[in-house]
Each structure stands twice: as C-alpha cells, then as structure tokens.
C-alpha cells in the first residue's frame, strides 16, 4: 500500500498504530496475520513491513472517529482537539466513504 511520508514515519516510530482506509474491494481481503508493505508515496525505496493485529470497519469517518482511539491513527496532542473525520476527505471522497465504508487496520512493526 503506498502511504505519505508523514504516516509512514509515524507508524516506523511507534506513534501510529491504526491506519485508516476506504474498505473497499482490494481491502476486504486484508485479513488478521497479514503482512502489509508499506511504499512511501515520494520514495519507492522506501519500504516498512507491518503485520494486521485487529481490523475495524464502520460505515464512516465519523463512526470511526467515535469508537478508535485517534492519537493511535496518527493524531498528536497538538492536533487531537482539532481532529476530524472530514480530514478524510483530503484522500477519500463521501461517495467513496459512502459506497463502501470504512476501516482502521491496526498494526505492529515486524
């Protein structure tokens, strides 16, 4: 899966151990035990291997928003008061969100 430099460090620090996405068709087949590679979005060098601990799918951002704990999504207490599930749609349209819903995939460094 490609992913902004920005997450990709977090997630390589510890800091961010849920990564949210569309639930769409290719995503369906991520399974718990699944080893996902991470490619940074600006360096395809640049790689990070993950394993799947826990998948959560809701119908939208807002739900998700509800029931995950943000500051493991890749929010910092800097930014945590002004998270919001319309930060999304900087990647995932509500069409999109709408017609297939949406996941957090929780993982851990391998």
């Known amino acids: ?9 977090k997630i390589r620090e510890g ?13 369906r087949n991520i399974s718990v035990g699944d080893i996902i590679v991470f490619i940074n979005s600006e360096n395809s060098n640049d790689t990070l291997s993950v394993t799947v601990k826990n998948i959560f799918v ?4 807002p739900e998700l928003y509800d029931n995950l704990p943000l500051l493991k999504c890749g929010y910092t207490a800097e930014n945590i008061d002004t998270a919001s599930p319309d930060d999304m749609e900087l990647y995932y349209s509500k069409e999109k969100q709408n017609q297939y819903g949406v996941m ?3 993982i851990a460094l391998i």
């Open 58 to 61: 809701y119908k939208s951002f």
């Open 104 to 106: 957090g995939i929780e």
């Open 15 to 27: 800091i961010k151990t849920i990564e949210l996405r569309l639930y769409d068709e290719k995503r």
């Open 1 to 9: 899966m490609k992913l902004n430099p920005s997450p990709m460090e």
